[in-house]
């Protein structure tokens, strides 16, 4: 049974064209799905739309976002908004802007739980100390006194991760969270998320444009195109056999340093034309059914 | 022997603002510790790293950008270490730096065709538009971006800029500092596509740097690995890949995940 169930869901610019075409998509408990695709794609655009944080000049134009079986859409947006702080946490891209420069750690991490969540001051201290351990930081008394500007990357990474986990959300959405990091510290966070999603059960949306980073962190993903997902699949399926052009495309750009030969070929023009024609029709289609 | 460029010890230390005391000078950090190599005429070198590692500073330097603290830097048989600007000018058209992000190093307010006739009226040259024309034309642009300003253009296009940016000058060495690291990776395959075409069409030599050995592997014939300002391997890259010399390189190599869910990895 899923957890999050996306089904057909579009959104657009307000008064303008479609940045999400009737995505549909579903992850269980303790599942990671990972959306892929080239940049303008809209992975990120599927996670704000289930985090409730779309910019203004995007609306919603059809589908559902049901998490743990009830439509977030049809929500007041109080009660929407309470849902999905009490339920669903984001692990976002860029580990320095995420935090504020001139605040300490500890109450980048408690304020949420306590004024959102209403814990005590003490318990949320004592919990953001224990994931700090959880996530492998050593001295977590220093770390929650510290400024970000005193942390590496990856230090700061971990505590985003930390933080995310920190409510026991059953959903978290992580939107390119090593792209910022070298390959040696982001094998070191991708395995930390692995290993806190698989202890807490949670259900985990993978935003990433790395068909490598896929293939060890997923078990399912989505493949997007101009907001279209065109292909849809378990990730030792999709490895072993893609079975949409675009999605095969994508593989064989994607480097493989242990064969020179393959990888890194761009996506052939022909491809880009048979998948835009896809969405034209797509488009068409759903233009003929406004005007029946 | 044909070296372009001939590094001797390089060292290069630079002020860490980050210690600088209240009053006083503020502490120099040594980046560069001591490094010695050569680039031979035509050829297409790889310089990895974690980050931090030195490989920025190492490019601004190969470009006279950063002065060295100590060592020499030749190149095409001149000692360029300490040549003072009014004498390094006239060189300059001659070795260019591509940056990882051209947005930020191009003026947003200018077009295309403005952002690359600039470099060329610096350096006072003459036919500025048929040059324009022909640098465009090498990295696989229409004429008509020219006419385009900067957030027109996607970032394969934008980086496609900047190459022709630094071949309008027709210059014998450009050093390419991450300039396919935020890019998808079709437009990454296309951009190393392009300067494979260009080395050979321009008789081009070229130093890419890059903190992604996959993308090494594709385009360069040798490869140095640079671990905390030192040079840990300096090998041809397919003898690299084989079999890597140092621990850090391996390191660096076995934290790639490649496209497969059989690799055993996390
Ligand atoms: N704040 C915004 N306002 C309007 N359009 C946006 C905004 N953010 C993103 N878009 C557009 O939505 C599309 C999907 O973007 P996004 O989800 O960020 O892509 P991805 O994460 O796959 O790179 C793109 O065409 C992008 O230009
Ligand atoms: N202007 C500067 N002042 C002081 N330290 C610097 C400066 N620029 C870079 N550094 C330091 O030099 C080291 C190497 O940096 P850099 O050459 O940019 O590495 P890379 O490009 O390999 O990531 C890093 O430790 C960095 O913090
Ligand atoms: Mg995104
Ligand atoms: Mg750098």
């Not at chain 1, 990433?208 to 065109?230: E, N, W």
């Amino acid at each position: 049974m899923s957890y999050l169930s996306i089904r057909n869901l579009s959104v657009r610019l307000k008064g303008g064209p479609p940045l999400l075409r009737r995505v549909s998509l579903d992850v269980g408990p303790g599942e990671v799905r990972g959306l892929v695709g080239e940049s303008g794609a809209g992975k990120s655009m599927i996670g704000k739309a289930v985090l409730g944080i779309l910019p203004p000049s995007v609306e919603v134009t059809g589908g559902e976002i049901l998490l743990g079986g009830t439509d977030l859409l049809g929500l007041p947006p109080k009660d929407r908004r309470r849902r999905i702080g009490a339920t669903c946490a984001l692990i976002p891209q860029d580990p320095l802007t995420a935090l504020n420069p001139s605040h300490r750690i500890e109450p980048q991490i408690t304020d949420r739980l306590v004024n959102i969540l209403g814990w005590t001051r003490a318990a949320a201290r004592a919990r953001a100390r224990d994931l700090l351990e959880e996530v492998h930081l050593p001295d977590p008394e220093r770390v929650l006194r510290a400024y970000p500007h005193e942390l590496s990357g990856g230090m700061r990474q971990r505590i985003l991760i930390a933080s995310a986990f920190a409510a026991e959300p059953k959903l978290i959405v992580a939107d390119e969270p090593t792209t910022a990091l070298d390959v040696t510290v982001q094998k070191q966070i991708l395995k930390l998320i692995r290993e806190m999603q698989a202890r807490h059960g949670t259900a985990l949306v993978f935003v990433t444009h790395d068909l490598g980073v896929v293939s060890k962190v997923c078990q399912h993903l989505s493949v997007l195109y101009a907001g279209m997902v065109v292909e849809d699949a378990r990730v030792a399926d999709f490895f072993a056999a893609p079975r949409h052009a675009y999605s095969a495309a994508l593989l064989a750009a994607t480097p493989k340093y242990t064969d020179p030969d393959a990888g890194l070929n761009p996506v052939p023009d022909a491809v880009i034309d048979a998948v835009r024609a896809e969405v034209a029709a797509f488009d068409a289609a759903k233009a003929r059914r406004g005007a029946a | 022997m044909s070296d372009l460029y001939r590094i001797e010890n390089l060292r290069l230390a630079l002020a860490d603002m980050t210690a600088k005391p209240l009053f006083g000078p503020a502490p120099r950090i040594e980046i560069l510790k001591g490094l010695s190599f050569g680039i031979a005429k035509g050829a297409v070198v790889g310089i990895v790293g974690g980050s931090g590692s030195g490989k920025s500073t190492l490019g601004r330097a190969l470009v006279r950008l950063l002065e060295p603290s100590g060592g020499s830097i030749h190149f095409d048989g001149t000692d360029i270490t300490h040549l003072p600007e009014a004498v390094l000018r006239p060189l300059r058209r001659r070795f260019q730096m591509i940056f990882q992000d051209p947005m930020s190093s191009l003026n947003p307010r200018h077009r295309v065709g403005t952002l690359i006739a600039e470099p060329l009226r610096l350096h006072r040259l003459d036919a500025i538009p048929d040059r324009v024309a022909r640098a465009l034309d090498h990295v696989g642009l229409p004429q008509n971006f020219a006419t385009r300003f900067p957030h027109e253009l996607s970032g394969g296009q934008r980086q496609r800029v900047g190459i022709a940016r630094a071949i309008a000058l027709e210059p014998d060495f450009i050093l390419a500092d991450e300039i396919v690291s935020g890019l998808d990776v079709s437009s990454q395959a296309q951009v190393l596509n392009l300067l494979e075409r260009l080395v050979s069409d321009l008789g081009l030599t070229l130093a890419f740097i890059s903190h992604d050995l996959s993308v090494i592997r594709r385009l360069c014939q040798r490869t140095l690995v640079l671990h905390q300002g030192r040079i840990v391997e300096d090998r041809p890259t397919a003898e690299l890949f084989a079999a890597p010399a140092s621990a850090y390189t391996r390191d660096l190599l076995e934290a790639i995940p490649l496209p497969d869910p059989s690799q055993p990895w996390l």
